[in-house]
């Protein structure tokens, strides 16, 4: 056991599989008393169950460990709310937050997205992240401090498919971004991770994913949530195995074009084929993750 967050008390959403899992596991062996969140659903948010999030508490009482399970839904306000009230009741108080709870559908271009689709997937984690963070919020401004670490994904640079599940993404860095600066006179520190790490969700014909481990992606938001880690705000993470990197804020903007006059239509119709949208092609896109 070690003691980076020893007597500090955890709440980890979609505690009970996967990443959210090896969060909790990773706090609680380091001294955190862990609120274990899951409602215990598919990986496309359909049906319920206890059993996850028991499974992920007894693992680590059995361990030496203190935690307590809760099944509310991030995605419901109210229950968002017990969420962390559970914290509140059981332990005194909440000094971490780690918003990983989340659902993903099957791949469709935008034309084949119900609405169905896109609102559980935006209120599992763009509104789930908004209701906890505003609740816990309240309380660590009282106490003066607080961690609260947001899962991103490199799916919001884009990638076919997943409109609803990248909005929702990149809607979690932009309010990471914000909130960090609506409290950071508070004490409190708000970062995101764009993790890579094979998962219940992941499949079996993604080996580089496969070969990145739960754990990998724990390590560093121990480390995010803990004391040691108060000058880090508003900062967005990249994780897999072996790798952790920090990505630049605001990204650069690559080239200008430049007239104290202004602009007409014809004139950048004219200039830039020529400069900033040189090569491209409409069905070209970047790689979004450097593998290196």
Known sequence: MGNMLKDRVAVVTGAGNGIGRAHALAMARQGAKVVVNDIGTSTD???TSRSPADMVVEEIIVAGGTAVASYDSVAAEEGAAAIID????????????????????????????????????????????????????????????????NTASHTAFGWRGFADYSAAK?????????????????GITVNAIRPIAAWRGTKENIPLVAANRPEDVASLVVYLASESAGN???RIFEVWKGHV???????PVKEVLRNQNGWTSEELAELIPR????????????????WD
């Open 245 to 251: 990197g920090i990505f630049v804020d605001p990204p």
């Open 275 to 290: 400069t900033l949208a040189k090569d491209l092609k409409a069905t070209d896109f970047p790689e979004i993750i450097n």
């Open 170 to 186: 990149e809607g979690i860095v932009g309010m990471t971004r914000t909130v960090a600066r609506d409290v950071a006179e508070f």
């Open 45 to 47: 948010g359909t049906g």
């Open 86 to 149: 559970t914290a509140i009741e059981n332990f005194g108080r909440i000094d971490i937050l780690v918003n990983n709870a989340g659902v993903i559908r099957e791949p469709r271009d935008i034309d084949e997205v119900s609405f169905e689709d896109w609102d559980i997937v935006l209120k599992t984690h763009l509104y789930g992240m908004f209701f906890t963070s505003r609740r816990a919020c309240s309380c660590m401004k009282k106490q003066k401090y607080g961690r609260i670490i």
């Open 232 to 234: 880090i705000n508003g």
